[in-house]
């Protein structure tokens, strides 16, 4: 006879590649998601699982709460500081981290960072797992009706996000390629020849502001931190103005845009603040 512990086990092993996709795609981190699974497979042993009609459905809704409340509490952690160099770029994840990120969709993951909580868990749940809204709205504590609009209006800003790409957009587009090539290459030549002489850097950070000017010190300070962004880094609009998210694993931590005159470019605005980033209209390119 089975050892019920070693039963319970098993059943749970079978589970774990569904859970950790869920918490994946819900918190764009992969090693987050492990500790949510984790975590579930914790609560799961203090239960009476003898109790539990439903595994899989019971595990889901763990880990959905879980994720939920991770959501929740990021908009009260503050970022760590930034480099004292123009934090321009943002450093690479590993590698695990951006392939995990290929196989979901990076894309996808940087939109799901512009809902709302109870919007992504809807989303995620109900059009990604094929979670029906009576088990769904418990967990966002709504009526299955309202967990249905949450959804609803979660994929309508997913679909909203197809880039129509103005021609000037074109050439902006190329010139925060190439300063983002020449950053990762320490090119400061490359940079200088970008960069307005007169242009300014500016960056927020827990509410302070800061502003760097001048060709040569906005250059030095993106050739300083040259080895950063790689592929956690996409093009994308950002209020209309062509530029760049830094997003590791699909986890939105900070937009840059740029003012581009001609081909050289006036102005660089790091965006960093939580609240902030959840207000701009972003579209990845």
């Known amino acids: 006879m089975i050892d019920e512990s070693v039963w319970l086990a098993e059943r749970f092993e079978e589970k774990r590649a569904h ?9 764009g981190s992969a090693a987050e998601a492990d500790d949510v699974v984790q975590e579930a497979w914790i609560r799961l042993n203090r239960s009476d699982a003898t109790e539990i009609d439903n595994l899989g459905g019971w595990l889901t809704t763990v880990v959905a709460r879980i994720c939920l409340s991770q959501l929740q509490s990021r908009r009260y952690r503050s970022e760590e500081p930034l480099e004292e160099a123009p934090p321009v770029l943002s450093p690479v994840d590993p590698e695990r981290e951006i392939l995990l990120a290929d196989s979901v969709g990076a894309a996808l993951l940087v939109v799901l960072e512009t809902l709302t909580p109870p919007e992504r868990l809807a989303f995620v749940l109900h059009d990604l797992f094929a979670v029906p809204f009576e088990e769904v709205a418990p967990i966002v504590d709504r009526t299955p009706a309202a967990a249905r609009q949450l959804a609803s209006r979660a994929r309508r800003r997913v679909q909203g996000r197809t880039a129509v790409v103005e021609p000037d957009q074109v050439v902006q587009r190329e010139v925060v390629e190439a300063f983002l090539a020449a950053a990762r290459g320490g090119d400061f030549e490359a940079l200088l020849a970008l960069l307005d002489p007169e242009v300014v850097a500016r960056t927020d950070q827990a509410g302070v502001s800061r502003e760097i000017r001048g060709a040569v010190a906005v250059a030095s300070g993106a050739v300083s931190v040259s080895a950063a962004a790689g592929a956690s880094a996409y093009p994308a609009l950002v209020d209309g103005k062509v530029g760049f998210l830094v997003a590791p694993g699909g986890r939105l931590l900070r ?11 006036r102005e660089i605005e790091v965006i960093t603040d939580l609240e902030r980033l959840q207000t701009l209209d972003l579209t990845v390119l």
Do not use: C
């Open 19 to 27: 859970l950790r996709a869920v918490a994946y795609r819900m918190l």
């Open 255 to 265: 937009a840059i845009r740029f003012t581009i005159d001609g081909r050289r470019i």
